[in-house]
C-alpha cells in the first residue's frame, strides 16, 4: 500500500462527507460502485513518481492544492463561445447546464446525473483499476449520457466543459458514458476551457463503447487556464468493424495528462489515436496512450507531435499490446517532438507487446529544433523572424492534424492553434 499524499486524504474526506448527497445514492448498485472505487482510491491513494507508468508526471502540485470544498452550482452563466455545431451540451464546473445546452432529439442524449437510473448498461462496465478512474467514480456528479441507437447518424454534437472562476481551488470529476449501437455514427467535438488565474482540478473519465461497424469521431480540444490542471482518462471499446477516431490537443492548463487505453475486441476494429502538444513556459503535458490488440485483422495508427517552448516539459508514453489471437494485425506508432527552448524537455517511451507471429508493427520517436535552413529560406524572402517561426511551428502539426476531415472540427483546432508561437514569445 502506498502513502497518501495529503491530496488523496482530502478527496477521501469529500467523499465521505458527500456520499449520501451524490446522484444515485439510492441505487444499490451505484452507492456499491462508488464504495468499492474509494477504498481502491483509499489504498492506492494519487499515484507517484515510484510508479512506472508516472514516473515522468508529478502529481505533488495537485495534493498540496488542497481541492476539498464541495461544489455548488454556479448560477452566474459563463461566456460561451459560439456554436459550432448544430447541437452542444454544456457543462459547467462538471455539472450539466441545460438552459445553456442544445440537445439532439431522437436519442439519449444529456445528463447522466438525471438518467443515472438506466446507465448500467456502460458505466463502471470499462473501468479499470486505475487510481484516477478510481476518484472520478466516487465522486462523479453528472456527465453526457449518450446513447446512439443502431444505424443512426448523430451528426456532430458540440461538448463543452467550462471552469468558473469561484475565487476558491475546486475540483470537478465529470463521467461521460457514449454508447454506439451497430452501424451507427457520430462526431464528437469537445472542448473544455477556464479562467487564466484559476486553480482548478478536471477530472474527466470517458467510458466509450462502439458497436459493431460503427464510427465514433472523437475531437478533444484542452484549452484549460494557465492555472488549471485537467487529468483525463478515456476507455473505449471498439467491436467488429468498428472504428474509433480520436484526435487530442493539449493547449491548455499548467498540468495535463491525457491518458487513452482502447481495446479492439472485434475482427477488423480500427482505432486512429493522433494529437498534439503545444506547451509554454510553466507547463506539463503528458500523453500516454495503451493499445490492446485482442482480436485478428485490427488496424491502428497513431501520430503525435508535441511542441515545447520556454521551461516546460512534455511525455509521451506509447504501448501497443497485440494479443496472441490478433494474427495480423497493422499496427503504426509514431512520436515526434520540437524543442523551442534549451529549457524544454521531452521524455518519450514507445512500446511494443507482441504475443502473435503474423503482424506489422512499427514505433519510433523522435526529438529535434527548428530547421535553420528552413528559417533561413523564410527570412531571406521578407517574412519576420517570429512569423516565420510560426510558420514552421505550423508545418509541423501538419501530418497530426491532416486526419482530422470534419471542417467543423478543423475550424476549432485552427483556432486554437493559429498564433500559438506569437503568444508565447511575446
Known amino acids: 500500500m502506498s502513502a497518501q499524499p495529503s491530496g488523496a486524504t482530502a478527496f477521501l474526506a469529500r467523499f465521505d462527507g458527500l456520499r449520501d448527497h451524490l446522484p444515485g445514492g439510492r441505487l444499490p448498485w451505484v452507492a456499491k460502485l462508488r464504495a468499492d472505487a474509494a477504498e481502491a482510491f483509499r489504498a492506492a491513494g494519487l499515484p507517484g513518481r515510484r510508479v512506472e507508468a508516472w514516473r515522468y508526471t508529478d502529481l505533488a502540485p495537485i495534493a498540496q492544492a488542497g481541492f476539498t470544498e464541495a461544489l455548488t452550482f454556479v448560477d452566474e452563466a459563463p461566456a460561451l463561445p459560439p456554436m459550432r455545431a448544430p447541437y452542444r451540451a454544456v457543462f459547467v464546473d462538471g455539472r450539466f447546464a441545460e438552459s445553456l445546452s442544445v440537445m439532439p432529439a431522437g436519442y439519449r442524449c444529456g445528463s447522466l446525473a438525471a438518467g443515472l437510473d438506466g446507465a448500467e448498461f456502460l458505466l463502471g462496465t470499462l473501468a479499470q483499476p486505475l487510481p484516477l478512474v478510481a476518484l472520478n467514480t466516487m465522486l462523479?456528479?453528472?456527465?453526457?449520457?449518450?446513447?446512439?441507437?443502431?444505424?443512426?447518424?448523430?451528426?456532430?454534437?458540440?461538448?463543452?466543459?467550462?471552469?468558473?472562476?469561484?475565487?476558491?481551488?475546486?475540483?470537478?470529476?465529470?463521467?461521460?458514458?457514449?454508447?454506439?449501437?451497430?452501424?451507427?455514427?457520430?462526431?464528437?467535438?469537445?472542448?473544455?476551457?477556464?479562467?487564466?488565474?484559476?486553480?482548478?482540478?478536471?477530472?474527466?473519465?470517458?467510458?466509450?463503447?462502439?458497436?459493431?461497424?460503427?464510427?465514433?469521431?472523437?475531437?478533444?480540444?484542452?484549452?484549460?487556464?494557465?492555472?488549471?490542471?485537467?487529468?483525463a482518462t478515456v476507455l473505449a471499446a471498439v467491436q467488429a468493424g468498428g472504428v474509433y477516431d480520436n484526435f487530442t490537443l493539449n493547449a491548455g492548463?499548467?498540468?495535463?495528462?491525457?491518458?487513452?487505453?482502447?481495446?479492439?475486441?472485434?475482427?477488423k476494429a480500427a482505432c486512429h489515436m493522433n494529437g498534439a502538444q503545444l506547451a509554454g513556459d510553466g507547463q506539463h503535458a503528458d500523453t500516454t496512450t495503451f493499445l490492446d490488440h485482442a482480436a485478428p485483422d485490427c488496424a491502428s495508427r497513431q501520430t503525435y507531435k508535441t511542441v515545447l517552448a520556454g521551461?516546460?516539459?512534455?511525455?509521451?508514453?506509447?504501448?501497443?499490446?497485440?494479443?496472441?489471437?490478433?494474427?495480423?494485425?497493422?499496427?503504426?506508432?509514431?512520436?515526434?517532438?520540437?524543442?523551442?527552448?534549451?529549457?524544454?524537455?521531452?521524455?518519450?517511451?514507445?512500446?511494443?507487446?507482441?504475443?502473435?507471429?503474423?503482424?506489422?508493427?512499427?514505433?519510433?520517436?523522435t526529438v529535434g529544433a527548428l530547421d535553420e535552413a528552413q528559417l533561413f529560406y523564410l527570412r531571406a524572402r521578407g517574412i519576420p523572424a517570429e512569423q516565420a517561426r510560426a510558420m514552421l511551428v505550423q508545418a509541423f502539426l501538419v501530418e497530426a492534424i491532416e486526419g482530422v476531415t470534419d471542417p467543423i472540427a478543423q475550424a476549432a483546432l485552427a483556432e486554437a492553434t493559429d498564433g500559438w508561437w506569437e503568444r508565447e514569445a511575446a
Open 311 to 365: 521551461k516546460s516539459r512534455g511525455v509521451f508514453q506509447g504501448k501497443i499490446l497485440v494479443r496472441q489471437a490478433a494474427q495480423r494485425t497493422d499496427g503504426y506508432q509514431m512520436n515526434q517532438a520540437l524543442l523551442l527552448s534549451d529549457d524544454a524537455e521531452i521524455d518519450a517511451k514507445p512500446q511494443l507487446e507482441i504475443y502473435a507471429d503474423d503482424v506489422k508493427c512499427s514505433h519510433g520517436a
Open 253 to 267: 492548463a499548467r498540468l495535463v495528462r491525457n491518458e487513452i487505453h482502447t481495446a479492439l475486441l472485434g475482427p
Open 140 to 231: 462523479f456528479e453528472d456527465g453526457l449520457l449518450l446513447d446512439l441507437p443502431a444505424g443512426q447518424d448523430g451528426g456532430v454534437l458540440e461538448l463543452l466543459s467550462i471552469a468558473s472562476h469561484t475565487g476558491r481551488p475546486i475540483a470537478f470529476h465529470p463521467r461521460h458514458l457514449i454508447r454506439l449501437g451497430a452501424g451507427a455514427s457520430l462526431t464528437l467535438i469537445e472542448t473544455s476551457l477556464g479562467p487564466a488565474e484559476a486553480a482548478y482540478l478536471h477530472n474527466p473519465v470517458y467510458e466509450i463503447g462502439i458497436g459493431a461497424d460503427a464510427k465514433l469521431s472523437h475531437v478533444r480540444i484542452q484549452r484549460e487556464g494557465r492555472s488549471g490542471f485537467q487529468l
